[in-house]
């Protein structure tokens, strides 16, 4: 029977760590460090992770501004208020919650952001940074809070095979990324991938970012590898991850929970990165 990694449990540690730096900045510099938090559109599931994330700055002495945008806002009104938050002194990270609605080009307004206070780590500075192997750049959070999931099993990372199903820009390409720069030996599939269970049957660690309800089911697992299910899938009856938990957490060493696994790794990982920035 795996073990289950909290991801609720370490996020609570990093966020009082991210308390105590907070509360030395505003003492030693008279203001609290900001986040502003930018939501378009009326998707359900967004305004949810925008609510989360200002209640967990509220928890760690972070002031949090939000920008609450209707489904018609134009890319420029955007790109305008992207600009005045890079001017602002009071703020030091932004965060632009995806998806934003379907006519506006995500990349111009991520690219937007200032790269010092891009919290979340999109833009395409801090993006190729990671590629680079420069420690210098934002990590982006749900990656570097997977990278944080995978060390507190105290399981070393160097040598294993990991292998991550998804490409995607937020998620699956930089954690391939940070898994190398992890000194893994790393196999990113997707949806062309053929003979996908033969590949993730030999993974030591399996990263899992879909989108598809219960899509690892155990025969695709490896016994005792570390299984970490990115995956938030909402219907009517809840929140599902992208393994088969019931089944496979009974070959897997290690595995990660939906809801309690990455996603308060991500939120804790924002906040990081907010204070990170400050203080640089
Ligand atoms: P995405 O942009 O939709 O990417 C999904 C990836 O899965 C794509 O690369 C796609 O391949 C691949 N894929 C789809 N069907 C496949 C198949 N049959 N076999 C192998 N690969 C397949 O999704 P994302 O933004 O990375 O998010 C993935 C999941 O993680 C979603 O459920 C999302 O809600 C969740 N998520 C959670 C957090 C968190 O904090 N917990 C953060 C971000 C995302 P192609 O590239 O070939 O299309």
């Not at 900001?34 to 200002?54: C, E, F, M, Q, T």
């Not at 954690?175 to 949806?191: F, R």
């Amino acid at each position: 029977m795996g073990e289950i990694i909290s991801g609720k449990q370490i996020a609570a540690q990093i966020k009082l760590k991210v308390q105590a730096r907070a509360q030395a900045f505003e003492q030693k510099t008279g203001r609290k460090i900001g986040l502003a938090v930018v939501r378009a559109g009326s998707d359900p599931a967004s305004a949810i992770y925008v609510r989360n994330k200002v209640k967990a700055c509220e928890e760690c002495n972070i002031a949090s501004y939000s920008y609450i945008l209707d489904d018609n806002v134009s890319q420029d009104e955007l790109v305008t208020l992207v600009n005045k938050l890079n001017a602002d002194d009071k703020i030091d990270g932004i965060l632009v919650q995806l998806p934003l609605p379907k006519h506006i080009d995500e990349r111009i307004v991520l690219s937007a952001i200032s790269p010092n206070k891009d919290a979340d780590g999109f833009h395409v500075v801090n993006a190729g940074k990671l590629f680079l192997g420069e420690s210098s750049g934002v990590i982006a959070c749900t990656p570097r809070g997977i990278i944080e999931l995978i060390k507190s099993t105290g399981e070393d990372i160097c040598g294993k095979h990991a292998v991550v199903i998804g490409r995607s820009n937020i998620v699956g390409k930089p954690v391939a990324a940070l898994l190398l720069e992890n000194n893994a030996t790393v196999t990113v599939c997707h949806s062309k991938t053929q003979h996908l269970k033969e590949i993730t049957k030999t993974a030591d660690i399996l990263v899992v970012a879909v989108g598809k309800r219960h899509f690892v089911t155990a025969d695709m697992v490896k016994r005792g590898a570390i299984v970490i299910d990115v995956g938030m899938n909402r219907d009517e009856s809840g929140l599902y991850g992208d393994v088969d938990f019931e089944n496979v957490k009974s070959v897997a060493g290690y595995i990660t929970p939906v809801p309690g696994g990455v996603g308060p790794m991500t939120v804790a990982m924002l906040l990081l990165n907010t204070v990170d920035g400050a203080r640089a």
